[in-house]
Structure formats: C-alpha cells, structure tokens
T-cell receptor, first 113, second 113 residues
C-alpha cells in the first residue's frame, strides 16, 4: 500500500534555531516528492519539488533532501523565524495507479520567541 | 492563493440537507481538484477534473458529486450531508497531470449538525 509517514508529528523550537523534518514513503513507482507549507487557516503552498535524480533542493532557508534508495526525504529549516510556524506536508506522486498522489499527515512546527 | 476562490468560506448545515461548494479560478488551469482535510488524516482527494465535463473519482468520493461546466468553475455537491462530512474542504488547480504542482484555495469549513 502506498503510504507517506512524517515525523515528528509536532515540534517546538526557539526562534533562530534549525530543525529537520522527516518523510518516509513506500510509494511506487516513484515520480516526484513535494514539500508543502500550510499556515493555519490557509491552503498548502508548495515549497520544493524533487524528482528521482535530485538529491538536494533549496528554497531560501528551506532545504529538501531526497534519498530514493531508502525512500526518505527531509526538510531542513535554517535560522527559523516565527513565520515558519505552520504544518509541513510531504506529498509523493506515483507514476501510475489509482492513488497518484499520497499525502503525509504533516508535521506541526511551532517557532517560539 | 494563486487566483483561486472558494465559496462559501464557512457553512453550518443540518444532516440530510444538500450542500454545494464552489471553486473558481482565474488561472485557466486545466486540472481542478477537491480535497477534504480532517485531523489525524492527510489531505484526501474527493474528485478531480481534467477538463470541462471531464471528472473522475478520488479515494473518498462516496457521498459527493462534482460538476464542471466551465473551465473556471468546479462545484462539489453533498447530496445529503452527514455529520461525517464535517471537514475543511480545499480546492486546488494544476496545469498538467495529477503529479504536477497543485495550487490550493483558502478552504471552506463545513459543519454538519
């Protein structure tokens, strides 16, 4: 069964600190992996997209990594800001099948002063 | 929110009543999607459309129907609302296929009493 598991479920960090969010997936055949940021009361917004051949991709203070062999991805946030407080959702696309998009349940990040 | 509006933004209704949610886009994207988001679950696809009058079911389509008579509008109808359909509903749009980046609307919070 295609699944996306994210950890931790929630995380609290101090402003200015770094953090790393994890995403493990069993989706096959793999097409791409996205990280979305969802602010409270808003729709998700795409941060990065990674294909099979990409190991690292950055978007400002956000850096995503992908290990297609172990089927793991991480999202690293550098020098966190209060505005980083949000849910971060990992989404994996399959090349075929009845469930082409598989969403993780997200990690709730709270950045405190 | 990438030229996507949803209406209404909030709705409270009673069990057994019909409900229609509207998604309107100004981006002329071919693909449109309806998702629901519930605590403890990731976003789950209800229905999607790949063109005017072309729709298909997602993983949680029971109890829902959709229609798309114009490129810019995608309607989600709950024929007879149930309490289990209390949720936040998100519309999304995309240029290419299901595995392409999707742009989400602001969401509609529906409460069925």
């Amino acid at each position: 069964k295609n699944q996306v598991e994210q950890s931790p479920q929630s995380l609290i960090i101090l402003e200015g600190k770094n953090c790393t969010l994890q995403c493990n997936y069993t989706v096959s055949p793999f097409s791409n992996l996205r990280w979305y940021k969802q602010d409270t009361g808003r729709g998700p917004v795409s941060l990065t997209i990674m294909t099979f051949s990409e190991n690292t991709k950055s978007n400002g203070r956000y850096t995503a990594t992908l290990d297609a062999d172990t089927k793991q991805s991480s999202l690293h946030i550098t020098a966190s800001q209060l505005s980083d407080s949000a849910s971060y959702i990992c989404v994996v696309s399959a090349q075929s099948g009845n469930t082409p998009l598989v969403f993780g349940k997200g990690t709730r990040l709270s950045v405190i002063a | 929110d990438a030229g996507i509006t949803q209406s209404p933004r909030h709705k409270v209704t009673e069990t057994g009543t019909p409900v229609t949610l509207r998604c309107h886009q100004t981006e002329n994207h071919r693909y449109m999607y309806w998702y629901r988001q519930d605590p403890g679950h990731g976003l789950r696809l209800i229905h999607y459309s790949y063109g005017v009058k072309d729709t298909d079911k997602g993983e949680v389509s029971d109890g829902y129907s959709v229609s798309r008579s114009k490129t810019e509008d995608f309607l989600l109808t709950l024929e007879s609302a149930t309490s289990s359909q209390t949720s936040v509903y998100f519309c999304a749009i995309g240029l290419a296929g299901v595995s392409d980046t999707q742009y989400f609307g602001p969401g509609t919070r529906l409460t069925v009493l």
